[in-house]
């Protein structure tokens, strides 16, 4: 196992592109971080200078304590995993398997115990003799794990190896390989665009944009304190809903005023967003902070929207949805399972404020605000 430091590390292509900017990020000895953002973020390109496949523009690169910036990949001990699996389709799955190990000169006896303990862990012990034409995509994505787990290296490197699985099987890998980090330890890099997969999987999560760090923490509080709106809109499905408003004094108080809709502040949050009184904002609010009903001071009066479809998922209801009498305006909010609500149809909602989140519309910056309970 190892720690993974990247120190203000770049990558500039020979066109003037620059693909990643001042990226600086700790990766804890036996951590599982996900690399998050939207395609052409950067976030494969700073795996693939962590592995050594791409050379990086300035900065540096240490791998257990030792800097690797010249190292050849070969030579630093890690795996990486991609996605389209990379098997060699002349050979068997346990050929594929042992290869690596035969180049690096390990003992066969070495490299059968290895391989059978690693197809038992993978449950591919059946496939050991058939070619990766004669599986299924989830069976080569096991093979394609179980060639870098039978290496036993420092650190894996996965580039978003679930992205070719369909919805069911990709839930059941993202189980396989959090079960697996549980059981071997060792430090995990994975890089996806998927919002439930970084939340799921993760210890940490690195959301990057543009080729350079936006946020870095655990999963619930990124989600819950994004520092701007990037954040905000990104992370979860649905994400924040994002609205144009303004913040008004009231007599001691500060009021959230949506077109024509008005509600005041919890004290709590006066002090923090006192000083943009008068001023234009960007108001927060995640699907799941509307009820049908409201419960004590922590909601709003009954909010008017008006229903323009709904999306039944089974478990829950999402319901999109406009603020009357504010035109341009959308909402999306999370509704029981029973929910029931034609286009057109009013609906009363009530809203957790407790939970507000306020940007600022310029910067897109979160304003500073007590801890979310």
């Known amino acids: 196992m190892a720690s993974i430091v990247l120190d203000k590390i770049f990558k500039t292509y020979p066109n003037g592109f620059s693909a990643v900017r001042d990226v600086s990020l700790e990766i804890g000895d036996g951590e599982f971080m996900i690399l998050l953002g939207p395609s052409g973020c950067g976030k494969s390109t700073t795996l693939r200078m962590i592995a050594g496949l791409e050379s990086i523009s ?4 240490y791998i257990g304590g030792r800097r690797v910036n010249a190292v050849d990949p070969a030579e630093r ?34 490299i059968d115990s290895r391989l059978n303990r690693i197809a038992a862990m993978l449950g591919i ?17 096991r093979v394609a794990l179980g060639r870098a787990l039978v290496r036993e290296p420092q650190a894996f490197l996965l580039d978003e190896p679930l992205s070719n699985l369909d919805a069911k099987l990709r ?19 994975h890089v996806t665009h998927d919002q439930v997969e970084a939340m799921t999987m993760g210890q940490r999560i690195c959301i990057m944009k543009d080729g350079v760090v936006v946020q870095v923490g655990r999963p619930m509080d990124v ?11 990104f992370l979860a499905s649905p994400p924040m809903n994002l609205l144009n408003g303004r913040l008004e004094s009231n007599g001691g108080g500060l009021s959230v005023v949506l077109g024509s809709l008005r509600f005041d502040l919890p004290d709590n949050l006066r002090d923090g967003y006192a000083s943009h009184a008068g001023k234009e904002v960007v108001i927060g609010f ?9 419960n004590g001071a922590r909601h709003t009066a009954p909010v008017g929207v008006v229903a323009t479809t709904t ?12 603020l009357s009498d504010t035109p341009g305006s959308e909402i999306h909010a999370r509704m029981p399972r029973n929910f029931l609500a034609g286009p057109g149809t009013p609906v009363p909602l009530h809203f957790d404020v407790s939970q507000i989140q306020i940007f600022d519309p ?6 500073p605000r007590p801890a979310l309970t």
């Open 58 to 61: 300035a900065g540096d690169i």
């Open 77 to 110: 001990d890690i795996a990486i995993v991609f996605q389209n699996y990379a098997l060699y389709p002349h050979m068997t799955v346990a050929q594929n398997l042992a290869f690596g190990l035969k180049l690096r000169g390990v003992a066969a006896s070495e």
């Open 125 to 141: 012990e059946p496939l050991l003799t058939r070619k990766p034409s004669q599986l299924s995509g989830g069976q080569r994505q």
């Open 171 to 189: 839930a059941s890998m993202r189980t396989e390989l959090v079960k697996l980090h549980h059981t071997l330890g060792t430090t995990i890099v």
């Open 223 to 233: 989600y819950r304190n994004p520092v701007d709106t990037f954040v905000a809109g």
């Open 286 to 294: 995640r699907p799941e902070d509307f009820h049908m009903t409201a």
């Open 311 to 322: 999306e039944v998922l089974g478990p829950e209801v999402i319901l999109v949805a406009g």
């Open 362 to 367: 310029a910067s897109t910056r979160a304003l």
